[in-house]
Each structure stands twice: as C-alpha cells, then as structure tokens.
C-alpha cells in the first residue's frame, strides 16, 4: 500500500514541477541587435549564504520557554556554519534559526571571517517567513508568531511584517510552496520571497518561482532570493547551496542589507556558478526602474559568462521574450524590446532543467 500511496502524493507534484516553468511566447515582442563583446560588465559583489540554521531541533520554535532555552540555538553549530561558509569563500551569511534570536548574540560572531547577519526565521503552521536585519538588543525582542498550535490569520502575518520594518528590518517570504506550511496567497508587504533553496520536491523551487512571477505580473515588487536552510547535522539540510550575488560597495552589514533592499541579487547555485548580466538603457541593472517617458521600446544587453551549454531566456509578463542555448563562454545577446508601463524583464540561465542563476526584475515605468 505504502508505494501506490507515495505515487499519489508525489505525481501531482511532479507533474505541477513539469508545468511550473513553461510561459507562452513572447518572442515577437524582442528584435536582436549587433551586440559589442564584453558588454555589460559585471559588478562588484558579494557572495551572501541566506537561510542558515545553527541547529535541527524544532523543540524551541514549537514551545519556547525558559525549559527549551537550551535549543533556541546552537553555538557549536553556527561556529560549524560560519567555518563551512568561510571556507567556501562565502563573504555573508544570514542567520535564521526558528523563532530565535539568541545566535545574533554570540561572541563568535565577532571576530567571524565573515559577516555574519542577524536574523530569524518566523515560523509557523501556516507559513515560513525570514527577518532579517531587525534590530534587537536581547533575545526578548524577537517579534515572534502566535504559539504553535494557535490559528494563525492575515493580521498576524500582517502585524509580523510591520514590526519587523519598524525595527529596520527586511521580510522574505521563505519557501512559499513547502506543502502543509503554505503560505497565503496575499504578500502583506512583505519585501521578497525565497524561489530557490533545497533541491527537493517539497520545497517546489519552480512553483515558487512560478507564485512570484505571477505577483510580479499583478504589479507587486518582490526580490527574489536564494536560501541554503542549511540545518547542520542534518542529512537532508546540510548542503549550503544556492547562494545570492549581492551587488555592494563592502561585503558589511550594512551594504549587503542595502543590496538585497535594491533587489541588486542575482541568484547562483554555487560559488562556480555562470554570471548573468542583464542592463537596460545603458545603465539599469536588477532591481533598478527605467522611465520610459512616453517610448514604447527599450535596448537591452544580456551576458553570461561561463555559460557554455547552458540555455538562457529572457521573461517579462507577457511570456518568454528571448531563449538560446549559448555555444561561448562569454556569450553577449543585444535586444530591442517593445514594452510597456507596469512590466518588467528578468532572465535565467538552465542546463537542461536544473536552475544554475536567476535575476531579478529590471522593470519600466
């Protein structure tokens, strides 16, 4: 009985997995220019690890008590985390255990080789959310959710968000597709959502990439970003992979912050990972707005580096703008795009149906 009862479960996912990355086409809307090698240039940026866990265990998220304190965090864990990151040449990682804080309090972080970014990971049964960057000066700050098995409704998600802005913070909506905790349908201002993270068919990365295409067609703006959830000790959660390219001026705190806000990430598998590089108008990267005052058509250049093999596509609201499957290494595409006000255009770059980079949004005004 077991196998016929795991194929009913898993088919309708795999089968929403197959359909999740198909959009219709688009292609008339781009007319391909002469494009100049080595345009645009890649930026300056940091290799930031988002979602990392210092321990496995749930008892504290579930009930946390003074008797649970013991498993709010574990400092063998993030001292674990930040070695593994460091040695991975990782420049920031972004630490969300569940419903604590108390790791943003070590003294190991410090003197970390890298910088490591306070966070929490807001969970509950209805749905996951990261805050990161809020400020908090004990582990009695953290804004948590209702108690475990509490109904949780639109005002608690609402009343999170807020919070987590009135403390300088950001909200990404994490894995928004994990069956069982799904989140709902409205964003409640949240300012991103997490597309990609653990190569599972229950995290459902392309549904989740599919759930923000569609909230970026109704006008919302949303940044994508990448999430390792990284548990260590764990076996299913202790890869530490996909990562985030942050455009920045320092790998600090506070730039990388600024970066992820500006939506200035591009989405990796790995370290080794193809650059995608995407600009509008000569200057606008992911994350920017070009005003298109009164045109109806905008020049774009696409470029990847390292991508031999790979396929690349271009989307915006109406579809699939541009596909090709790149024979260089250093491949660059210059387009003519027809565009409107309210749309937007992003890129992805695959080999075969495994995600290797994603971009954010340029959008048009």
């Not at 005052?293 to 396929?311: D, H, K």
């Not at 109406?318 to 290494?329: K, M, Q, V």
Request: aromatic share 6%; net charge positive; with cysteine.
């Amino acid at each position: 009985m077991r196998a016929p009862l795991l194929a009913l479960v898993l088919l309708p996912l795999l089968g929403a997995a197959a359909c999740a990355g198909r959009y219709p086409s688009a292609h008339a809307r781009v007319r391909e220019l002469s494009a100049t090698a080595g345009v645009p240039a890649a930026p300056r940026d940091c290799l930031v690890a988002n979602h990392v866990h210092t321990l496995v265990s749930d008892r504290y998220s579930h009930a946390p008590t003074a008797a649970n304190e013991a498993r709010a965090y574990d400092p063998a864990g993030l001292r674990a985390a930040i070695a593994a990151f460091a040695g991975d040449g990782v420049d920031a990682i972004v630490v969300t255990d569940h419903n604590s804080t108390y790791a943003r309090f070590d003294p190991a972080i410090a003197g970390a080789p890298l910088t490591v970014i306070p966070g929490m990971e807001w969970t509950t049964r209805r749905g996951h959310a990261l805050q990161i960057g809020f400020a908090a000066t004990s582990p009695a700050d953290a804004a948590m959710p209702p108690a475990w098995r509490a109904r949780v409704v639109a005002d608690d998600f609402r009343r999170m968000v807020v919070e987590t802005h009135r403390r300088g913070g950001l909200v990404i909506i994490a894995h928004p597709r994990v069956p069982f905790r799904t989140w709902p349908d409205d964003t409640f201002g949240a300012d991103g959502v997490e597309v990609w993270g653990l190569d599972s068919v229950v995290i459902r990365n392309r549904q989740a990439v599919r759930w923000w295409h569609d909230r970026l067609r109704r006008g919302e703006r949303l940044v994508a970003v990448a999430g390792t959830d990284l548990h260590p000790g764990a076996w299913l959660r202790a890869h530490r992979r996909p990562l985030n390219r942050v455009t920045a001026a320092t790998c600090g705190e506070a730039d990388v912050l600024a970066g992820l806000r500006a939506g200035h990430v591009l989405l990796v598998d790995d370290r080794d990972a193809p650059r995608v590089v995407l600009e509008a108008d000569g200057g606008a990267r992911p994350g920017d707005t070009v005003e298109l005052a009164g045109r109806a058509e905008v020049e774009l250049q696409l470029r990847v580096l390292a991508g031999a093999g790979a396929r690349v596509r271009l989307l915006g609201p109406a579809g699939e703008l541009f596909t090709r499957t790149l024979a260089e290494p250093d491949a660059a595409v210059r387009l003519r795009l027809r565009v409107r006000p309210g749309e937007f255009v992003r890129a992805e770059l695959h080999r075969g149906r495994r995600p290797i980079a994603l971009t954010n949004p340029v959008y048009f005004r």
